[in-house]
């Protein structure tokens, strides 16, 4: 057990060093110009990724005043649109319902970065299609070779894929890292985290 919990974390700290920070720089860049333009911030994933959305949409919009959506949010929408549409065109059919435009952006928690042959997380691609239609930026922190949504993407973060075998819990480990960092940026955050805010009261 300690020998795999030191190549996971050897792992993690390997990946960590191999992310480009000119990628992080390039997306934060992204969503301030969102905020800028009074644009909207929706997030969308499957699974894991789906978790990461609805709590950095509650992060985006606390800590950086930027206006949020996780598209899975509301259970009654998804799964009717799931099951009367389709679990294809769900995400993308609910962003049109929220009249997604150019002054939005898109962020995308994906390990794979979907695909449309092999059809992989058609959900996504859907929405990353509806997204540029539109012409609402699309941002994305993906696993592997990052897929359809890192060649869409108006700027996106590549996880590295350093072990085969842990390539899902250390991709969705680290998009939790790096929306974290997002959110906590100069550039974005308005306000500090609670504990945070806590430990500067107390100094001062």
């Known amino acids: 057990m300690s020998d795999y919990s030191s190549k996971f974390l050897a792992v993690s700290r390997q990946i960590i060093d191999e992310i480009s920070c000119e990628e992080i720089e390039k997306t934060v860049e992204l969503l301030e110009n969102t905020r800028k333009l009074g644009g909207r911030l929706f997030l969308c994933g499957s699974g894991g990724g789906a978790g990461h959305a609805s709590h950095a949409a509650c992060d985006f919009r606390k800590l950086c005043g930027l206006e949020s ?10 799964t009717a649109r799931v099951n009367d549409e389709g ?43 509806l997204a540029s239609e539109v012409g609402a930026s699309i941002v994305a922190i993906v696993g592997r070779d990052g897929g359809y949504l890192r060649t869409v993407a108006s700027a996106s973060v590549l996880i590295p894929q350093i072990d085969s075998d842990s390539v899902t819990p ?6 939790a890292v790096l929306w974290h960092l ?20 107390v100094n001062a």
């Open 182 to 201: 997002f959110v906590s940026h100069p550039r974005l955050a308005n306000s500090k985290a609670r504990w945070e805010g806590l430990s500067s009261a």
């Open 87 to 129: 679990w294809d065109v769900a995400y993308s059919n609910w962003l049109r319902a929220s009249r997604l435009n150019s002054r939005d952006c898109v962020l995308f928690f994906s390990v794979g970065g979907g695909s449309d042959n092999p059809p992989v997380s058609t959900n996504l691609v859907s929405a990353a299609n």
């Open 69 to 78: 959506y996780c598209v899975s949010d509301n259970v009654s929408e998804l």
């Open 170 to 175: 250390q991709t969705e480990g680290l998009q």
